[in-house]
């Protein structure tokens, strides 16, 4: 069996990454986070990972054009017991510090209306990579001096959705089907601010795998406890497009920096609350 290079389409796409019906769909995943100092010093596992993307796929009837919204929650888990960590003590200055587990309240991607797919009879795959040089919107503030200096943030990230075939197809994608996708990601990119590494160079690398599925009760019983007890906005994914800026490290970082300097439980809550669209 072999792979065979083809373009798909955008709503193509949507099938795969999510629906055309615009329903809330999960990819649980989990994986590992390492870093590579470039220095003298030696790689590390540093963390184990354990998250959940939560999105839909929106149609602009105006345009046509179709958007990926959606919010996202990454643990940061002890790679010896699995835990999630509430400190960490950093291995190269010895500190000890509050643990800022992801949580994007917004994020969206507009889909390209062409997309390249490799193509086999029965399990086929997308790839979606991404390399960024972008400012540092915390390097020219004095006190995150020790936690993000860089003047430009540079990473690459690598997204490939492994599915059945006849999914392209379908004109309806059937629960098993919808149950099938999986994704594999791999990033390097820039330490996280939290992690207070005072300009060392080097950078993180993340690589974690996961899978698709359209209800809420199937995800890990962590996931869902954190969700339903401290971040019921987090249930579903956006409704629309909204009126404000996408979340970042660096972003979430700026305005929950007083939090986690007061040792705030992380994520933080995330309680219901009206969301203004485009």
Same mark, same amino acid.
């Given at each position: 069996m072999?792979?065979?290079?083809?373009?798909?389409?955008d709503?193509q796409f949507v099938?795969?990454?999510?629906?055309?019906?615009?329903?809330?769909h999960?990819?649980e995943?989990?994986g590992?986070?390492?870093?590579?100092?470039?220095?003298?010093?030696?790689?590390?596992?540093?963390?184990?990972?354990l998250?959940?993307d =939560?999105?839909?796929? =929106?149609?602009?009837?105006?345009?046509?054009?179709w958007t990926?919204?959606?919010?996202k929650i990454t643990?940061?888990?002890?790679?010896?017991?699995?835990? =999630?960590?509430k400190?960490?003590q950093n291995? #190269?200055?010895?500190?000890?510090?509050n643990?800022?587990?992801?949580?994007?309240d917004y994020?969206e991607?507009q889909i390209?209306?062409?997309?390249?797919?490799?193509?086999?009879?029965e399990?086929s795959?997308? %790839?979606l990579?991404?390399?960024?040089?972008?400012?540092?919107?915390l390097?020219?503030?004095p006190?995150y001096?020790?936690?993000?200096?860089e003047?430009?943030?540079?990473?690459?990230? %690598?997204y490939?959705f492994?599915f059945?075939?006849k &999914?392209?197809?379908?004109?309806?994608?059937s !629960?098993?089907?919808?149950?099938?996708?999986?994704?594999s990601?791999?990033?390097?990119?820039p #330490?996280e601010? #939290?992690?207070k &590494?005072?300009?060392?160079?080097g950078?993180?690398?993340?690589?974690?795998?996961?899978?698709?599925?359209?209800?809420?009760?199937?995800?890990?019983?962590?996931?869902?406890? =954190?969700?339903e007890?401290?971040?019921?906005?987090?249930r579903?994914?956006?409704s629309?497009?909204?009126?404000?800026?996408?979340?970042t490290? #660096? %972003?979430?970082?700026?305005?929950?920096?007083?939090?986690?300097?007061?040792g705030?439980?992380?994520?933080?809550?995330?309680p &219901?609350?009206?969301? !203004?669209?485009l």
């Amino acid at each position: 069996m072999s792979l065979a290079k083809s373009t798909i389409t955008d709503e193509q796409f949507v099938k795969v990454r999510c629906s055309t019906d615009g329903r809330t769909h999960y990819f649980e995943a989990t994986g590992s986070m390492y870093a590579q100092p470039m220095d003298d010093d030696e790689p590390l596992h540093l963390f184990d990972f354990l998250g959940v993307d =939560i999105s839909r796929c =929106i149609k602009d009837e105006a345009t046509s054009r179709w958007t990926l919204v959606s919010r996202k929650i990454t643990l940061y888990l002890d790679r010896q017991t699995g835990a =999630i960590l509430k400190s960490w003590q950093n291995p #190269w200055t010895g500190e000890t510090l509050n643990v800022l587990h992801r949580s994007y309240d917004y994020q969206e991607f507009q889909i390209p209306q062409k997309l390249i797919a490799y193509i086999a009879s029965e399990i086929s795959y997308i %790839s979606l990579d991404f390399n960024a040089k972008l400012p540092n919107q915390l390097a020219n503030n004095p006190k995150y001096a020790d936690y993000s200096p860089e003047e430009y943030l540079r990473a690459s990230d %690598s997204y490939k959705f492994i599915f059945p075939t006849k &999914m392209l197809d379908d004109a309806e994608v059937s !629960p098993s089907e919808n149950r099938s996708v999986a994704l594999s990601y791999y990033r390097m990119g820039p #330490w996280e601010p #939290w992690m207070k &590494m005072k300009g060392k160079p080097g950078f993180l690398v993340l690589n974690y795998t996961g899978s698709k599925t359209d209800l809420f009760e199937e995800l890990d019983p962590t996931i869902k406890t =954190i969700i339903e007890e401290r971040m019921p906005l987090f249930r579903e994914a956006p409704s629309c497009r909204l009126d404000r800026s996408i979340a970042t490290s #660096w %972003s979430r970082f700026e305005e929950q920096f007083d939090a986690y300097l007061r040792g705030e439980e992380f994520p933080l809550p995330a309680p &219901m609350k009206d969301e !203004p669209c485009l």
